[in-house]
């Protein structure tokens, strides 16, 4: 048995030497390096809190204010931290051909059904889906769901309207989470939900299941996924329950089939799909007053005019549904959680906003149109702020495809090789809390957006939603969604802050995109119609 003591004590020398080796690539390339995966400056050790994503990405640009790029390493995978804006737009946009991916976590043997969403999609196969999807993402096919989206919204509303209470405490995250199931359930997979009413129904249940990574076991197979991807692999660990993902593409499937016996339309996604599969759909031009405000992402010609899936099959509807619940189950309700927050912390910011939805309310009748909703120019400052300061990812992330060298540009640089496989991370989080772009940027500012002043956003500073081809598709109804649930909430209450509302935020440590660890408690207050 001696040669099992020599191993048990040999393994542990042999990954610590593996380890120092590969944690000197950049290093040796004469690059600016520091460890972000393992190591822990020593002046963060006192900090009260454990230390979260959004604190990595802070306090690692703060670090080099004078660098373009800085090495670091996740364990033992070399990755580059960029800072600089001209490098940024350089990697995401013109020379996208070398950086189109994202990193690799969800394996097709694993997880085939959510491996071929588009987010998870890589190199030919991304190309043709979102060449196919783009033209379903457009304003007028946005607007072409927002009926249902207000009809979740109202329903919404009626359901604290029917309380009959003139104050009610809420942790918002719940709530919110709730009504970005039903908009999901009937936007994406053509069934009807109310959550509120029916707090366990299934598809919230399925919803939650398979977006929840707070469980032990959960938090163990997401850190075989993002830090050893070819041993979770290897071990076929699955991030996604099985029984959730039988349950979402029997739900699309037999969707599909009743709508083609019996000729059933609907305006969602499931029938913008059969349409793409029927007749295929061509990219409209969007005119820039149907657009949905200031953070909306321009489709790149590359989404416009690339060559599309040949064969559109149920298996690719369904995947495609599950970005919604990938994307926008978590992610849109945080946001959310976080323009409310801000709402109850600034009560004169929300003043302004429900005079506005009272005038626009005024003009339309009392019923809101898609062409009014996106009109509001204050209801878009006070989201495009609230995604400045709480941006739904702290960091953007690419991986190099093909070897590519960052040519030098400062005193000192020289040439950088960054070989295929190197992950590219854009400190979306710091660069929205830097004061050179957005001067005090801790303060709640919707002015920073205004007609007067939006045009001096310095580019590539504002990235909520990312940039270039591989942007977030879903931008547009995911703002389109926010406000409708604004309207609707704040023509009938005012949104306040209560003894549990926790001031300031402290961020979830095992969380990569933001939110509360203490919940967002908050208030409904009806409003007095005067």
């Known amino acids: 048995m001696w040669w099992f003591f020599v191993l048990l004590l040999g393994a542990p020398i042999v990954f610590f030497i593996f380890l120092y080796r590969t944690q000197k690539h950049w290093e040796r390339r004469g690059l600016k390096q520091k460890n972000m995966g393992v190591t822990i400056p020593d002046n963060w050790a006192e900090t009260k809190y454990p230390i979260t994503f959004p604190d990595y990405v802070q306090k690692f640009y703060e670090m080099f204010p004078n660098r373009r790029y800085v090495g670091y390493y996740t364990i033992s995978n070399p990755s580059l931290f960029i800072r600089d804006l001209d490098l940024i737009k350089q990697i995401i946009v013109k020379d996208f051909e070398y950086f189109t991916d994202h990193q690799h976590f969800i394996w097709e043997e694993n997880d085939p059904l959510w491996s071929q969403n588009l987010f998870s999609l890589k190199g030919k196969k991304w190309r ?23 009809k979740n919204g109202e329903q919404f ?93 029997n739900l699309v499937k037999s969707n599909i089939k009743s709508r083609l016996q019996h000729g059933i339309v609907r305006p969602d996604m499931i029938n913008i799909m059969l349409e793409a599969r029927k007749h295929g759909l061509k990219h409209e031009e969007t005119q820039p007053s149907q657009d949905t405000g200031f953070a909306t992402i321009e489709e790149s010609e590359l989404g416009k005019s690339g060559k599309v899936k040949k064969e559109i099959t149920d298996d690719d509807i369904t995947s495609q549904a599950l970005v919604f619940i990938f994307a926008g189950f978590e992610t849109v309700s945080s946001m959310m959680c976080f323009l409310s927050y801000e709402l109850a912390l600034n009560p004169d910011i929300q003043k302004r906003l429900i005079q506005e939805i009272d005038q ?39 991986v190099c495809t093909k070897e590519y060298v960052i040519e030098p540009k400062l005193p000192g640089e020289n040439p950088v090789r960054v070989d295929k496989g190197t992950t590219i991370l854009v400190p979306v989080y710091a660069l929205l809390r830097d004061p050179k772009y957005f001067p005090n940027p801790e303060k709640f500012d919707p002015e920073r957006f205004s007609d007067e002043n939006k045009g001096k956003i ?43 509302t926790a001031v300031p935020i402290r961020y979830i440590p095992q969380q990569i995109t933001l939110s509360s660890a203490d919940g967002f408690w908050l208030g409904f207050k009806r409003r007095v119609k005067v």
Request: proline letters at 4%; aromatic letters at 16%.
């Open 128 to 150: 043709e889906m979102r060449t196919t999807l783009s033209p379903t993402f457009t304003s007028s096919k946005i607007k072409y769901m927002f009926t249902l989206v207000q």
């Open 157 to 249: 509303a009626r359901y604290f309207l029917d309380k009959n209470e003139n104050f009610m405490v809420f942790e918002m995250k719940d709530i919110f989470t709730r009504f970005t199931n039903d908009v999901i359930a009937s936007s994406a997979f053509g069934v009807e939900c109310d959550s509120l009413r029916e707090p366990q129904n299934e598809f919230y249940l399925m919803s939650k299941a398979v977006t929840d990574f707070t469980g032990l076991w959960k938090i163990v197979a997401g850190t075989f996924y993002f830090l050893m991807p070819s041993v979770a692999k290897f071990l076929n660990i699955s991030l996604f329950p099985k029984k959730g993902s039988k349950f979402f593409s």
């Open 360 to 398: 626009t309310l005024d003009a339309c009748g009392g019923s809101i149109t898609y062409e009014s909703l996106m009109g509001m120019k204050y209801l878009d400052m006070v989201l495009t702020e609230s995604l400045r300061k709480w941006p739904i990812s702290a960091g953007l992330d690419r």
């Open 458 to 500: 310095v580019p590539y500073t504002f990235l909520p939603f990312g940039a270039g081809p591989r942007s977030c598709i879903g931008t547009r109804f995911a703002i389109m969604e926010t406000k409708v649930l604004f309207f609707s909430i704040l023509r009938h209450f005012e949104i306040v802050r209560v003894e549990k």
